[in-house]
Nanobody
Framework: VQLVESGGGLVQAGGSLRLSCAAS????????MSWFRRAPGKEREFVAS????????YYTDSVKGRFTISRDNAKNTVYLQMNSLKPEDTAVYYC????????????????WGQGTQVTVSS
């Protein structure tokens, strides 16, 4: 399984970015997809996940109401729409997936992308 993220960059506080993660190597629509992030000097943390069907989504509290995870199973791609960005959202964002159709924050991940940098200036 290969995961390739794109869409990161530099944005001012209050701005928006949309991250994309293109997946290949297995049947995309079966498995949940997740986004994690690692801020400078901090441990990697769960951001959001979406079930294989796209029906169920989960978010960490700090991004609820600002970030939206979605997927296009026809394009084998998962997205993270990030609005109202804050400086504390600055991190490397990683796409990840495991072996389950549903994932929450504690679900083990088997495959990871290389990450994309998001920097939010104040």
């Amino acid at each position: 399984v290969q995961l390739v993220e794109s869409g990161g960059g530099l944005v001012q506080a209050g701005g928006s970015l949309r991250l994309s993660c293109a997946a290949s190597g297995r049947t995309f629509s079966i498995y949940a997809m997740s986004w994690f992030r690692r801020a400078p000097g901090k441990e990697r943390e769960f951001v959001a996940s979406i079930s294989g069907s796209g029906i169920s989504t989960y978010y960490t509290d700090s991004v609820k109401g600002r970030f939206t995870i979605s997927r296009d199973n026809a394009k084998n791609t998962v997205y993270l729409q990030m609005n109202s960005l804050k400086p504390e959202d600055t991190a490397v964002y990683y796409c990840a997936t495991g072996v389950s159709p549903v994932a929450v924050a504690t679900t083990p991940m088997s495959f990871w992308g290389q990450g994309t940098q998001v920097t939010v200036s104040s």
